[in-house]
């Protein structure tokens, strides 16, 4: 763990760095994200959140330890392990819970407006973005 770190055009942190003991950590606003909506929830062994929905935010989770469970507005169920991802529409009714014997960790990003599209661009001179040996 360290502290945030911020550049000209960046920031980083660890999840510690954004709190202690369970509960939201504000993801957006520890490191300035302006175009989405992006917190971690430490949520406890026994817990559940209650029924949300959004008026326009498309969620998504990822879960990265333990294991959450998520209940749908339609009595669906479903049980979302560690590299686990849910898309969950605006107005979809979900609540999260945690019956397992430790601590769930996960991610939830929010956004409204649509895909921006493949706008990546490589820097003069760089061959670009793609998987290549560090000293390659």
Known sequence: MGDIEQGDGWATAHLGD???????????????????GINAVVMPPGVESGFHFHERQEEV????SGVLEMEFGDGSVQVLGPGSIARVGAATHRKTR???PEEVVYVVVGAEGGYVGRDGRAPEGDPGPRVRPIDG
Do not use: I, Q
């Open 18 to 36: 954004l709190g202690d003991g369970p509960g939201f950590r504000k993801v957006r606003t520890a490191l300035g994200v302006e175009e989405m």
């Open 61 to 64: 989770y990822f879960v990265h």
């Open 98 to 100: 945690n019956r397992g």
